[in-house]
Nanobody, 121 residues
Framework: QVQLVESGGGLVQAGGSLRLSCAASGRGFSIGPMCWYRQAPGEQRELVAVITSGGSANYADSVKCRFTISRDNAKNTVYLQMDSLKPEDTAVYYC???????????????WGQGTQVTVSS
């Protein structure tokens, strides 16, 4: 079993910055792609950014040039640096990780509990 624990959310003024972290814990697994999603009230969950185990990253158009995803494979942790924040970035942010069990090579996706990001105008 893998657990993802997020931290770093909060309240910030427009134009400010926040850094989210998501640490994976457990035994007997390897981690593939890791992602950040967000869900605003009344909206569907949307993909914000994804990073492969090799460090290749892709972003939603709405956050390009403002957000940076990175990961520390030794710590099983993914980060989301959010700069130039806008009120429309307000949402609950979730991390997601694709894992492979070492013993069975089975793939499984896990979600974090979510962290609230609120950007005031």
């Amino acid at each position: 079993q893998v657990q993802l624990v997020e931290s770093g959310g909060g309240l910030v003024q427009a134009g400010g910055s926040l850094r989210l972290s998501c640490a994976a814990s457990g035994r007997g697994f390897s981690i593939g792609p890791m992602c950040w999603y967000r869900q605003a009230p009344g909206e569907q969950r949307e993909l914000v950014a994804v990073i492969t185990s090799g460090g290749s990253a892709n972003y939603a158009d709405s956050v390009k040039c403002r957000f940076t995803i990175s990961r520390d494979n030794a710590k099983n942790t993914v980060y989301l640096q959010m700069d130039s924040l806008k009120p429309e970035d307000t949402a609950v942010y979730y991390c997601n990780a694709e894992t492979r069990t070492t013993a069975t090579m089975r793939l499984k996706n896990y979600w974090g509990q979510g962290t609230q990001v609120t950007v005031s105008s």
